[in-house]
Each structure stands twice: as C-alpha cells, then as structure tokens.
C-alpha cells in the first residue's frame, strides 16, 4: 500500500488549502450574521448569498464534484485529503465545492442506478448545485439501524407505486432547494429479509408527502435541516423506481463505501482545525503565572490530539486505498472502523480544544460547540457505533474460524 499522495493529489489539495484560506474561512463571520438575523423565523433555512458566491468561485478554481471519480477522474485516496481540508469548515467548505451530504451520496446512487431519465432529471441539476436532496430511510418507529426494521410501504398500483410511512433526521429537507427525496421502503415483505426493501424517487412537491417538523441537533438548526417526514397516499410512476425491486438493501450499501471516506475526512479536518485552535490558545491564555502551553496537564492533551488524529488518518487512508483497490466490499471491515474510531477521535480532540478554551467554548463565540455537537452525532449518522463493531467483530471471528 502507498499512501503518498500523488502529483494531481497535492495539486488539489493545495488549491482546496488556497481556497479555504483565502475564500471560506473568512466568509463564515457573514454566513454566521445571516442565519443568526433569521434564527426563529420562516426564514431560517434561507441559504446566506455568500455561499452561491463562494459555489462560483469554486467552479472557476476548478473546484467542483470532486467526489465523484466518474467526473473528477480522482480516486477515493486522491480526494481524501481533498475532503479533510472542506472539514476545517464543515458548514460552508463541502457545499461551497459541491460535495455536501447528502447530495453527494444521492448523486452517486443516480449515476450508479439511475436510468437515463432520472440523471436528466435529477442528477444534472445536482452536479451543477442548482438543488439540492435528501436520503430518507431512518424512522422513528423501528430500530433502522436494522435497515431489515424498515416499516415504510412502497405499494405497486398498475403504473403507479404509492408509499406510506414515516421518516426523521432527514438531511436537507428544510431547504426548499432540496426537490428531490430518496425514499427506502418495503416492496414485498414476504421476500428474504436484504430483498424486501426498494429505493423510489419522490419530488418535494408530490401531494401526501408531509414535512412534520425540524429536529434540532444539540440545540442546533441547520440551514439545510434534519426533518421528519410524513407519506401518507404518497404516488409517484412506476418509472421513478431506483434499479430493480428488492434491491434497496444492495443500493445502500453501494451508497456508503465512499460516503464514509468523506464523512471520516472532514471529521478529521474538523478535529485538525480544534486542535489548531487549541494550540493557539494554550500558547495566548496564562494561567497561574504562566501560559497554559507550559502546564504539562496541557500539553498532554495536544500530543495525545496530535497522536489520534493521526492513527484515524492513517487507517482512513488505508481504507480508501482498499475501496480504490479492491471495492467497497473488499473494505468492508476497514470501513465499518473508521465510522467508529474517526468520530470518536474528533469528539475527543474537540472536548479537549474546549477544556483549554474553558467557558468561551460552550457559546458561539468559537465554532468548538456546534463542532462538537456534529462529530457526535455522526456516531450515529450511517449507522450507530454498536452496528459498526458488530460488523467488525463478525468478521474478525470469521477470519478465526
């Protein structure tokens, strides 16, 4: 395995540095004013205009769909570093380059199984950052880290399917520029238990899909929202079927290969980016009489943050390396552990950074909260921490058997 990055990784990773540094960072100060004036309000999930001006800006620095290697001609290792350096500011750099959850999860599942019609539709606008989507396969009744939990009914009618059921923690959904939902049910629940699920495509306007309410994340909106959804008669053609029946369980799988690498890549940023912020203060704030950077309760939290990052990076890497290499499911192991080791490192570097920032850290004054609040709750974001050890576990028995 070599992990070096190549000509065309430094290339874009030191344009995405650029671009972060120049562009980005210093817009944050005026996306942060624009939500905070409409926080409360209808108006809340308005899309801050700095944003369409930094998604320009990235077109013309050749910034854009990266993610996607069809497109981009990257590979998953190449685009890694690509994605840690977006984490550094988790709200604004992936959409600012077009390569945002869940958008990017749902435009490789259309490029991958949508038919001619659908990528017209749905998968051009996406690439070109005209709308946004939604993945919508969490329910608030079952269990769904048990995708086999799933009670939501996709119910074939002559040309028609008709779905009903309830979704939640739905990214993207308070946005009105999310117009497109992908929605997993059940077809047959007769089938074995991976064939009973199916993948359709709902527009936002389809009469009988409901959005409820807005969830909170720590007490956080986002400006593209984690909703719950109500279907209730939902119908739709039959022609907005994802590949076949039954292979929902297949498509989702498929779906979060790559989707993982870019979620543990900017979570890595992110704790990169505390752990900056945590040096610059240790080395600014005096505590009795002399600067927190001399107390060696101190400095053995930034040498343990400098240690863990680097163990998840590595194994983050080796991970895309093997996807690159030898596809999703000859990764299968690796990635089920970076879902559990990446964010459990970033929510332990980030509640470092805050100690070290003390009470400043748990306002708005520094992003360190809104941080924090993200990287936990991506323990439970594709799929609890539990799910992934168990996955992990399986197969370690299995290579002993």
Avoid at 249 to 258: D, H, K, N, T, V
Avoid at 291 to 307: D, F, K, Y
Avoid at 329 to 344: L, M, N, Q, S
């Amino acid at each position: 395995m070599d992990f070096a990055p190549s000509a065309v990784a430094t290339d874009y990773t030191a344009r995405m540095r650029a671009f972060l540094d120049e562009k980005v960072l210093p817009a944050e100060a005026e996306y942060d004013a624009f939500r905070a004036e409409r926080r409360g309000t209808p108006q809340e999930w308005d899309l801050p205009p700095v944003v369409e001006s930094l998604k320009s800006e990235a077109r013309e620095r050749g910034l854009w769909n990266l993610f996607l290697p069809a497109i981009s001609g990257l590979s998953n290792l190449e685009y890694a570093p690509v994605a840690e350096v977006s984490g550094w500011s988790p709200v604004i750099g992936p959409e600012a380059i077009n390569c945002q959850a869940p958008d990017t999860g749902n435009m490789e599942t259309l490029h991958l199984f949508g038919t001619d019609e659908q990528k017209q539709q749905w998968l051009e606008p996406l690439l070109a950052g005209e709308i946004r989507s939604a993945f919508a396969m969490t329910e608030p009744d079952v269990a769904s880290s048990d995708a086999t939990n799933i009670e939501t009914r996709i119910r074939r009618d002559g040309d028609d399917y008709v779905i009903d059921g309830r979704k939640w923690w739905i990214s993207g959904a308070a946005d009105e520029r999310c117009r497109i939902f992908i929605i997993m049910g059940k077809t047959d629940p007769d089938a074995s238990p991976h064939r009973q699920q199916s993948m359709i495509l709902v527009p936002r306007d389809t009469p009988g899909l409901e959005i409820v309410r807005h969830l909170p994340t720590f007490g956080y909106q986002d400006q593209h929202g984690h909703s719950e959804l109500r279907l209730d008669g939902v119908r739709v053609p039959a022609s907005n079927l994802l590949g076949e029946e039954g292979g929902g369980f297949a498509i989702a799988q498929a779906r979060l290969g790559p989707g993982r690498i870019h979620h543990c890549m900017r979570l890595i940023g992110m704790a990169e980016r505390a752990l900056s912020l945590m040096v610059e203060r240790a080395q600014a704030r005096v505590a009795f009489g002399k600067p927190l950077a001399e107390q060696g309760v101190v400095r053995e939290q930034i040498a343990l943050s400098r240690m863990e990052i680097e163990q998840a990076r590595l194994l983050t890497l080796k991970t895309a390396w093997l996807i690159d290499n030898h596809g999703a499911r000859g990764a299968a192991t690796e990635i089920a552990a970076i879902k559990v080791v990446v964010p459990r490192m970033a929510c332990t570097v980030i509640d470092r950074a805050m100690q070290v920032h003390g009470g400043g850290a748990m306002s708005d004054d520094f992003p360190l909260a809104y941080f924090y609040a993200w990287a936990r709750a991506l323990r439970f974001a594709d799929g609890p921490d539990e799910v992934h050890i168990r996955s992990v576990a399986r197969q370690e028995l299995k290579a002993h058997r």
